[in-house]
């Protein structure tokens, strides 16, 4: 992500995610599981971003991806190992 968002044109936009990051519980690091297992998710018509991005949350275990990204939820609506969701829907689901 600091990768990804030393190139956001959008200062605020990178302040934020820079603060936001601050609030993280893990710090994932790039390991050959993520690399081969985002190679994989490319076949399913996502961005290599987008694909390493999801690969850490599947690699570690989390049973959620969030994202407002309406291609990278409707490429991955029926994929097994995590749910590819967005932040109203996820927020229904955990207000049930």
């Known amino acids: 992500m600091d990768y990804e968002n030393e190139f956001n044109p959008f200062e605020e936009r990178k302040s934020v995610i ?16 993520i690399i081969d297992k985002a190679k994989q998710l490319l076949k399913y018509g996502i961005k290599s971003k987008d694909a390493l991005h999801l690969s850490c949350a599947v690699c570690n275990n989390c049973d959620y991806f969030i994202t407002t ?28």
């Open 18 to 33: 820079r603060r936001w990051k601050n609030h993280a519980n893990l710090n994932i690091t790039e390991t050959k599981e």
């Open 69 to 96: 990204d309406d291609f990278l939820i409707q490429n991955l609506l029926n994929y097994e190992e995590i749910k590819v969701i967005n932040p109203l829907n996820f927020l229904s689901i955990m207000e049930n």
